[in-house]
Nanobody, 125 residues
Framework: QVQLVESGGGSVQAGGSLRLSCAAS???????????MGWFRQAPGKEREGVTI???????TYADSVKGRFTISKDNNKKTLNLQMNSLKPEDTATYYC????????????????WGQGTQVTVSS
């Protein structure tokens, strides 16, 4: 069984920062070093979109909308995935999902093998 549990969401004013974390258990926990993981988000009325991914060898990919503001990191010892979000904008408001087991490690929702339950991020202007 795979479980991904996100934490760290909340409300912040534009220009502020938040840090999301994702704790893995089960299959992902046992094979953590070899798994591609990432963050996706979904705003109300919009499709789920890729935010950032990190491959098993540490290569990162970011959506253009978050480049230079968001940073993904993976702690293979603690088995946690983190997302540091700086200079937040109202358009970053969404439910953020931790994802693991991405086919071909692509920033595409359809490639995701496992999802977390999501954590809400709200940025006010």
């Amino acid at each position: 069984q795979v479980q991904l549990v996100e934490s760290g969401g909340g409300s912040v004013q534009a220009g502020g920062s938040l840090r999301l974390s994702c704790a893995a258990s089960g299959y992902i926990y046992r094979n953590y070093r070899g798994v591609c993981m990432g963050w996706f988000r979904q705003a109300p009325g919009k499709e789920r979109e890729g935010v950032t991914i990190i491959s098993s060898n540490g290569v990162t990919t970011y959506a253009d909308s978050v480049k230079g503001r968001f940073t993904i990191s993976k702690d293979n010892n603690k088995k946690t995935l983190n997302l540091q979000m700086n200079s937040l904008k109202p358009e970053d408001t969404a439910t953020y999902y931790c994802a693991a087991g991405l086919l071909n490690c692509a920033l595409v929702p359809g490639s995701v093998g496992y999802w977390g339950q999501g954590t809400q991020v709200t940025v006010s202007s």
